[in-house]
């Protein structure tokens, strides 16, 4: 039976739900899964996956299992770093890669398996984007996790680019911009963690963002 370590290292993530569905999924093929939130939990196996990490993983993890999976939302090298999916969104792209690839030692610098390309409509807030996400990880790593022999490792090429950790500086809406010059940033709002804030008058104001199906559903 292959064993199977799924590392979230934020039990706060956005994709706890969907770790836990993944989990559920490759039980059902016979594999040993285990959900883990720290990387030193981890127990040797044949496959672990990284998801949604914040922190860098260690070669004292990476050497106990024979494959290191990771799905960063880029088209490797392209976008290395930190919240890609945000950045891109921020850019005004509607069509996002997620890379499937081996981690290594340096950070979003191993060889890929597997590429795929997610379509956005422009009008998706985030947990809406993190859903369509979610569900094309958990995709990908059912098909690696089946038949990983199948998969060949590719060497990244091309300019690489880096993406910063966001910060609450980012978070900031220019008042003196319409909202339609700033709907994207809207779009990738974190209502509860890191909402959208803006200065006026020596005060500090926050925002919130919800669509009208969102709103219905509360």
């Known amino acids: 039976m292959i064993n199977i370590t799924i590392l979230v290292d934020d039990e706060k993530s956005w994709f706890i739900p969907y770790a836990k569905k993944l989990k559920t999924n490759l039980e059902k093929k016979n594999m040993r899964v285990s959900l883990i939130h ?8 044949e496959i672990s996956f990284l998801l949604s990490c914040s922190k860098i993983v260690g070669n004292k993890f990476l050497e106990k299992f024979d494959h290191n999976i990771v799905v960063h939302a880029s088209d490797l090298p392209q976008g290395k770093g930190f919240t890609p999916m945000k ?37 998706e807030l985030l947990d809406e984007i993190q ?6 990880i958990i995709d990908m790593c059912e098909r690696y996790a089946a038949e990983p022999e199948k998969f060949y490792a590719q060497r990244q090429q091309g300019e690489e680019s880096f993406y910063e ?15 339609r010059e700033q709907f994207n940033h809207f779009r990738i709002a974190d209502n509860e963690r890191f909402p959208l804030w803006f200065m006026y008058q020596g005060k500090k104001y926050y925002i919130k963002i919800y669509n009208q199906e969102q709103k219905e559903g509360e």
């Open 165 to 179: 950790r966001f910060s609450e500086a980012d978070d900031e809406i220019d008042i003196d911009r319409t909202i």
């Open 87 to 123: 950045w891109q969104i921020l850019e005004g792209k509607n069509e996002i890669v997620l890379t499937l690839f081996e981690a290594v030692e340096q950070v979003d610098a191993g060889p890929y398996y597997m590429k795929e390309t997610i379509v956005f409509g422009g009008t």
């Open 38 to 45: 720290d990387q030193n939990q981890a127990k040797a196996g």
């Open 131 to 136: 859903k369509i996400m979610g569900e094309k």
